[in-house]
């Protein structure tokens, strides 16, 4: 079955870094489009960072410069530097695929906690 399993995140300072990783199994990575999303408490869930089969990325304006997304297609991962992380980046973060010709899948969520 399909699955996506999130892991690295932590407690961490503010202006520290830490890097998440998304493992997937289940389904065609190569041909998916791969993303983070966050959500805090008492907000929605949001975009963090897109990359596209090709390549191509795409990030919030608030991650921007600070958050770097990448893939490895033959280890099946997802991976989400963030470097300088401030309070506000505080969520649980959350590993999401949307492959070609199949439903969007979502991983269960690693927190995210930096202090100030």
């Known amino acids: 079955q399909v699955q996506l399993v999130e892991s690295g995140g932590g407690l961490v300072q503010a202006g520290g870094s830490l890097r998440l990783s998304c493992s997937a199994s289940?389904?065609?990575?190569?041909?998916?489009?791969m993303g983070w999303y966050r959500q805090a408490p008492g907000k929605q869930r949001g975009l963090v960072a897109t990359?596209?089969?090709?390549?191509?990325?795409n990030y919030a304006n608030s991650v921007e410069g600070r958050f770097t997304i990448s893939r490895d297609n033959a280890k099946k991962m997802v991976y989400l530097q963030m470097n300088n992380l401030k309070p506000e980046d505080t969520a649980v973060y959350y590993c999401h695929a949307r492959p070609l010709y199949a439903p969007d899948y979502w991983g269960q969520g690693t927190q995210v906690t930096v202090s100030s």
């Open positions: 289940g389904f065609i990575f190569s041909s998916s489009s």
């Open positions: 990359i596209t089969t090709g390549g191509s990325t």
